[in-house]
């Protein structure tokens, strides 16, 4: 016979699956993130390929518009939306905030053949304390501040979410309307709330950026167009 779920396992079940599709979307948008940088830093150390070119602004345009509908649809705040942005302010309502307590979040840490009983629920405590709040519940304080930050640090990009990305100036030379350390900083900041997030519900480390298993870099090794 199954048992009941209690009220508090029901919202801590609901928050998971609001926080699956979120944690697999920055784990995406820091793949292709980490893929494009290196292809930059590729790019910088050799001299026959770093030239200006069409396929370079392809490239550039091409994820400056997959990154800015990232960061948009983390900021999205339709209901219907699994976002950060939601995740955050769910988290603020004190029906949800009280019931993700520090006795709950501890228990979480428990093993049934712990050598040392107490000694894994006491590292939960004291990550808990660290970043979630000293009582004996989710400081609703914390995670305001981490809603305003994520606010604070993606408002120029979802500024461009239905403008033009880049122009072309009178030299016909491609010009970003983004800057690409603000979209940086946007990118980060999401990584990092989204990180923080997944220590308090999963009560693990994440930093979200995925290994590839792949050998990505294996095509850039060989000629693109075969000479005949």
Avoid at 130 to 144: A, M
Avoid at 198 to 223: A, C, S
Wanted: net charge negative.
């Amino acid at each position: 016979m199954s048992m009941k779920k209690t009220k508090q396992q029901k919202i801590i079940d609901e928050l998971l699956l609001t926080f699956d599709p979120i944690e697999s979307e920055i784990i995406r948008m820091m793949g292709n993130h980490e893929i494009f940088q290196e292809l930059i830093r590729i790019s910088k150390n050799n001299s026959k390929i770093n030239k200006g070119n069409s396929f370079w602004d392809f490239l550039k345009e091409s994820y400056v518009a997959l990154m800015v509908s990232a960061v948009c649809r983390q900021t999205d705040t339709d209901s219907r939306s699994s976002s950060l942005i939601n995740l955050l302010n769910t988290l603020l309502k004190p029906q949800v905030s009280e019931v993700l307590t520090k006795d709950w979040y501890c228990k979480q840490y428990h093993r049934d053949n712990d050598i040392m009983p107490g000694f894994m629920e006491g590292i939960g405590k004291g990550d808990f304390e660290e970043r979630f709040g000293p009582g004996e519940h989710l400081d609703t304080s914390i995670v305001q501040a981490d809603l305003d930050e994520l606010i604070e640090k993606t408002k120029e990009i979802k500024r461009y979410r239905n403008k033009r990305i880049a122009h072309r100036d009178r030299n016909n030379k491609l010009v970003f309307d983004v800057n690409f350390n603000d979209l940086d900083e946007a990118i980060e900041t999401i990584r990092k709330i989204t990180s923080k997030y997944y220590l308090l519900l999963k009560q693990g480390g994440n930093d979200l950026v995925p290994v590839d298993q792949t050998d990505w870099q294996e095509i850039l090794t060989v000629p693109w167009i075969s000479q005949k």
